[in-house]
């Protein structure tokens, strides 16, 4: 209860508020002061949200976000016969040449015939790893069994004979041997290029035509001059 007094008047009149009045007035302001709250943890839950990254995103450096680019060497899917039978025969291949290039340890002596060994198990085991993982994908066996009837493999008595040279003899052998496994592998990489069906596979033949090929002429220098 208030008490009010008219001004010049000794009277004092008390005045009740209905508790009813005051019980609403107060509703009213902690149900503005609720909302006021919830809009305001609203806003910051959007703009921390706004401010996280995706985890399938990346940004480049103008500060655009895109979509993480898939692996180069991951197969496409849209594979065919002509992909398998390269991954199927190139594995065997690669494997002989690298095989030939751990003969050259310690018999190797040509400055160029070393370099080329570096440069063909720098290439051809990564190359290995990713053949064999698209026939996983594939669901197709890693092995035909034919591996000797291939282009450019060399025999059992060829891998001996190498493996019995040394210096410059070693040189002379291998640069020739490796010569025709080159030549194998380009025939069967430009198939590949013609008939396959796969982005990943093709990509892979168009590295062996390009650095095999390379490797032959320079090869061929070698031999004219030893």
Do not use: Y
């Not at 209860?1 to 009149?13: Q, V």
């Not at 895109?66 to 060497?73: E, F």
């Not at 380009?186 to 013609?194: D, G, L, P």
């Amino acid at each position: 209860m208030r008490t009010f007094s008219r001004p010049g008047s000794r009277t004092t009149r008390a005045i009740r508020i209905p508790h009813a009045t005051r019980t609403t007035r107060t509703t009213r302001t902690t149900r503005k002061l609720a909302l006021t709250g919830a809009l305001a943890a609203a806003g910051l839950l959007l703009a921390a949200c706004s401010g996280s990254g995706d985890s399938t995103q990346g940004t480049d450096h103008g500060g655009k976000t895109s979509a993480a680019a898939p692996s180069a060497s991951a197969p496409s899917g849209a594979f065919n016969d002509a992909d398998v039978m390269f991954a199927q025969m190139m594995i065997p291949h690669h494997e002989q040449a690298l095989e030939m290039a751990k003969l050259a340890d310690g018999r190797a002596e040509d400055a160029e015939i070393k370099k080329i060994v570096g440069a063909v198990e720098q290439a051809q085991d990564p190359e290995i790893r990713k053949m064999k993982g698209w026939l996983r994908t594939w669901g197709k066996p890693e092995s035909t069994g034919g591996g000797h009837g291939m282009a450019g493999m060399m025999s059992d008595a060829d891998m001996a004979e190498l493996a019995a040279a040394k210096g410059k003899a070693f040189d002379r052998r291998f640069a020739e041997l490796m010569i025709a496994h080159h030549e194998g592998a380009v025939e069967m990489a430009k198939t590949e290029q013609a008939n396959g069906g796969d982005a990943a596979a093709r990509k892979v033949a168009d590295d062996v035509v390009r650095t095999q090929a390379a490797e032959i002429a320079q090869l061929k220098k070698i031999l004219k001059r030893l």
